[in-house]
């Protein structure tokens, strides 16, 4: 049986409507980078996070 797709609002913000994923398409990127810029970079964002889940995030390379 196939999946039943349920629409739902773009996680974004703008109102569009998904098939049932949480973004339109390239609206996740621009979301992130939306994000990144607010905080005032990738650095801040990753201390912000930090903050909020009380712990280190470990970057694996």
Do not use: W, Y
């Amino acid at each position: 049986m196939p999946r039943k797709i349920i629409p739902k609002e773009c996680g974004c913000g703008c109102g569009g409507v998904t098939k049932g994923g949480e973004f339109l398409p390239g609206h996740d990127s621009k979301t992130l980078s939306a994000v990144i810029e607010a905080v005032g970079g990738t650095s801040n964002l990753k201390l912000l996070v930090e903050s909020v889940l009380n712990r280190q995030i470990e970057v694996k390379l």
